[in-house]
T-cell receptor, first 117, second 109 residues
Framework: GAVVSQHPSRVICKSGTSVKIECRSL??????MFWYRQFPKKSLMLMAT?????????EQGVEKDKFLINHASLTLSTLTVTSAHPEDSSFYIC?????????????FGPGTRLTVT | DAKTTQPNSMESNEEEPVHLPCNHS???????IHWYRQLPSQGPEYVIH???SNVNNRMASLAIAEDRKSSTLILHRATLRDAAVYYC??????????FGTGTRLKVLA
């Protein structure tokens, strides 16, 4: 099966600092990856679509200058939370779209728990 | 907005079948119906998907109504490891997933 990894799995940072989260597709190439955030006991909320070699597409209400997305290769997308604040504390999950064949499927990473103190 | 509605929670006894319903009355002809499940502090895990016909795999079965406005995920024999939040999602041509609230399944020993 297809595997998506995230690094780090957990991170604690101080308010005002920036944090980078990596999302990698380990055994397939992905021109499209997605970033979600999830608050406790809530559902996943799509933040943005990450496109390899081009700018990310952000969902309404998501600050693109706050959440910087870079998709520099077919196996890696990064999400940088800039000038983090306690309200940015959340569970961040990425997914990668596996292409080829007649059907496209998405595979999710294990998530990154961000705590901003 | 999410295009699917599901009950917030359901309970099942271990070793018994579970039927998880999902309504998607605004589904379009090209939308695929996907089911994922999420264990605590983990990313969602693919369960099954379908378009029009009923589908079976090693994890579950998916029954799709003839008008495609609803579907049911069937776990044939629930185990304690099946306790999770189950999400029914419509995948359109943009490939974006808009998650609804999901159904929290509790399996009783």
């Amino acid at each position: 099966g297809a595997v998506v990894s995230q690094h780090p799995s957990r991170v604690i940072c101080k308010s005002g600092t920036s944090v980078k989260i990596e999302c990698r597709s380990l055994d397939f190439q992905a021109t499209t990856m997605f970033w979600y955030r999830q608050f406790p006991k809530k559902s996943l909320m799509l933040m943005a679509t990450s496109n390899e070699g081009s700018k990310a597409t952000y969902e309404q209400g998501v600050e693109k200058d706050k959440f910087l997305i870079n998709h520099a290769s077919l196996t890696l997308s990064t999400l940088t939370v800039t000038s983090a604040h306690p309200e940015d504390s959340s569970f961040y999950i990425c997914s990668a779209r596996k292409e080829g064949g007649l059907y496209y499927e998405q595979y999710f990473g294990p998530g990154t728990r961000l705590t901003v103190t | 907005d999410a295009k699917t509605t599901q009950p917030n929670s359901m309970e099942s006894n271990e070793e018994e079948p579970v039927h998880l319903p999902c309504n998607h009355s605004t589904i379009s002809g090209t939308d695929y119906i996907h089911w994922y499940r999420q264990l605590p502090s983990q990313g969602p895990e693919y369960v099954i998907h379908g378009l029009t016909s009923n589908v079976n795999n090693r994890m579950a079965s998916l029954a799709i109504a003839e008008d495609r406005k609803s579907s049911t995920l069937i776990l044939h024999r629930a185990t304690l490891r099946d306790a999770a939040v189950y999400y029914c999602i419509l995948r359109d041509r943009t490939y974006k997933y808009i998650f609804g609230t999901g159904t929290r399944l509790k399996v009783l020993a």
